[in-house]
């Protein structure tokens, strides 16, 4: 049932036929459309946002207000100083961001973390943009892909199938997927080398780097076995009410293969033919995990065919019984969700736009980033993006330096695209920072050498914006 019913549409404030053509029109009021109208209605812009709810409900949200939390009531950490989305935190603040100002104002006691009090947040989110002059409130849903004026698509990960649809048959149904299938990702120097090596499958690929693409761990027959027992024994999450399997043809979760049979994991991702251990090349493995390079920097890595819905504790747990993974870092545990997102590596250029209708940016979840905080990001440089453009003067993306600028570069081209997950930020998608030690041991310093730098340098950025 819905709790808010807020007024039906808010007419705007100008004379609609007047300068239609640079009207910013925004699909989906949540989290990432929110923060991009408040950017680009702050930059002088005309905004409408037209919002499917309370008309057209999701099975997630449960009222009519904009920029509605769906679970959790946490931003994460808040620690700008030694976490990646922290520095995603100051960052937005430092841009005037209203989703930051108004959890900051609802904030609720949740030691690091930034934990809000979810009704009030969007309560006040609502109230702000309606206030706004520059902004009016559509309730209706968008069924098409428009062919002209300015468009920013923020439907989230739960955009209304019609919608849908017509975004498929722009881009493709490769290019779409309704399901995220998300494999654990390491960090790279994580990764005990001393027991795993590089090589692809039978050597396979034209120069050396191919050739030894892919990470090894290896398994032997003892080994194995206790990693299937765990992986039965984990616990698992449920779907959420309203969440259909139907993923479950394209990409088995590695305990459901595991159900299936023992040997069915050494058959299939684990198979270990075609590998040689190069650190005992006369023993054969029994079973061999892989992981595949996950940005081109070459820091990230993800376990290939591990999609789990195995609980985030569990996950942990029995990945670190993966020899060479036994004190692994992940910058991102497994999971499998209905989630609606576009290969934005193939689809979207450095400014968000869709390449083949550059009238039409897409911003939030749905471009392949993964949270509240990420996707209010990406609202917000769509936002001032779009409104830059519509000033004569478009932006240049922030620099990868920053973690605005390393999620944007990942999710237009740092990522591979045959393998596009959602991904939340995390230190994996910076580029290093030369001559600091690597390892645990050199966290804290290495940690804070980043946020540094991207504060500086996302001062900088913004400075250029004014
Ligand atoms: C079940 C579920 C639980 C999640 N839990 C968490 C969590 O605990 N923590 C976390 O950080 N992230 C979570 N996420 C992930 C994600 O970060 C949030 O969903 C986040 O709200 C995404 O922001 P967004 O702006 O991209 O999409 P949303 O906030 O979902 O906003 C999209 C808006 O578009 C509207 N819309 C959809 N289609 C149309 C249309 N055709 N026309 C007009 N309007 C339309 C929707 O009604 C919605 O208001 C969860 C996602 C789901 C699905």
Known sequence: MLSHHPPLRRAPAWPIWQDMSETLHIVGGGMAGSEAAWQAANAGVRVVIHEMRPKVETFAHRTGNLAEMVCSNSFRSDDSEQNAVGLLHWEMRAANGLIMATADAHRLPAGGALAVDRDPFSEAVTARLMAHPNISVSYEEVTELPDQGHWIIATGPLTSSALGQAIQAE?????????????????????????????????????????????????????????????????????????????????????????????????GPMKPVGLTNAHKPEEKAYAVVQLRRDNALGTLFNIVGFQTKMKYGAQTDVFRMIPGLENASFARLGGIHRNTFINSPTLLDGNMRLKSRPNIRFAGQITGVEGYVESAAMGLLAGRMAAAELAGQPLTPPPGTTAMGALITHITGGAEAKTFQPMNVNFGLFPPVDGLRGGRRGRKDRYKAYTDRAKEEWQAWLATTD
């Open 171 to 267: 881009t493709g149904a490769d290019a779409l997927a309704f399901f995220d299938a998300i494999a654990p990702i390491v960090y790279a120097e994580s990764v005990n080398m001393d027991v795993a090596w590089m090589q692809s499958r039978y050597d396979k690929g034209e120069t050396e780097e191919e050739r030894t693409a892919y990470l090894n761990c290896p398994m032997d027959k003892p080994q194995y076995e206790a990693f299937i027992d765990a992986l039965l024994a984990a616990d698992k999450t449920e779907f959420h009410e309203g969440e259909t399997a139907g993923y479950f043809d394209g990409c088995l979760p590695i305990e459901v293969m595991a159900e299936r049979g023992r040997e069915t994991l050494r058959h």
